[in-house]
DNA sequence: CAGTATCCAACTAGATACTG
DNA sequence: CAGTATCTAGTTGGATACTG
């Protein structure tokens, strides 16, 4: 059996498993790491610990609220620890956890999707703008 | 060299690729897959063509509008194909494209992953959850 | 330093009435 | 049947002032 034929009929199990059955659990993880800060602290992360100022200089625009509320979320779900260091001033690190990198592999698989095929995106989506704007601006 | 290994190395080349490249186009398909509907429709998708009245029916709580919405942003990534029939009454069919079938694999790896983990993920957040009540509520 | 609290703007998504 | 148009509620996210 192909590993196409495969993929396929493990993603029709799945289909049936998770979509039927309790699609709240797959859509709390897409949740968590499809918002807009979640994937890139886990990126940012992934090469070492981090404080907050550090995320908060080295994360593109985000800001303090939006680091602490995805910092918490990743943390209430395991993925990143919290360490606290009781000195003056204070200092909090925070790092993946094993369990985090377990999400590393399948996020690294959409990542290298997107990587292995963002110019074929770029060019449908383009190629689709056009020809709405044709029929929309009536022209052949 | 270990497959984590490689997978570390290769999550911390397109960290830098992605996030420091064009962190654009990774989130664009995040956006695109980690939205409501794009999953679960692709999802039933994959079982095989269907209209835009089964989708209503069959996607659990969709409205018109974001089945609508949802399908033409799939349909512009080039995931999914739109065909019409010129009959009457008219008739259009959804059908997954073979570029679609290729998001299959990792969207199939992160399905997996949660599959794999939902009881871990549902035990920390419970324990995170129930800490944090223990802390509001200064019980020991 | 590492956050929390508050306010506000923008976007997302649902309900529903209407059209070819 | 297969949508579009409109209105509205709810959510997300940014700016910023404040706290231990």
Redesign the interface.
């Known amino acids: 059996m192909s590993h196409q034929a495969e993929?396929?009929r493990?993603?029709?199990s799945?289909?049936r498993?998770?979509?039927d059955h309790?699609?709240d659990?797959?859509?709390?993880?897409?949740?968590r790491?499809?918002?807009?800060w979640s994937?890139?602290l886990i990126?940012?992360l992934?090469?070492g610990p981090m404080r907050f100022t550090g995320l908060l200089r080295t994360a593109?625009g985000i800001s303090r609220r939006m680091l602490t509320l995805t910092l918490r979320n990743l943390?209430?779900?395991?993925l990143v620890k919290r360490v606290i260091y009781p000195e003056v001033p204070p200092r909090v690190e925070y790092e993946v956890t094993p369990?985090g990198?377990?999400?590393?592999?399948?996020?690294?698989?959409?990542?290298?999707?997107?990587?292995d095929?963002?110019d074929?995106?770029?060019a449908?989506?383009r190629a689709?703008?056009q020809a709405a704007g044709l029929d929309a601006d009536d022209l052949g």
Chains 1, 2 share one sequence.
């Open positions: 993929a396929d493990v993603l029709r799945l289909n498993t998770c979509l309790d699609p659990v797959l859509r709390s993880v897409l949740d790491v499809g918002d807009k994937l890139i990126g940012l992934d090469m593109p943390e209430r779900d395991g369990f990198r377990t999400l590393s592999e399948p996020v690294l698989a959409l990542a290298r999707w997107t990587a095929h963002q074929t995106l770029r449908n989506r689709f703008d």
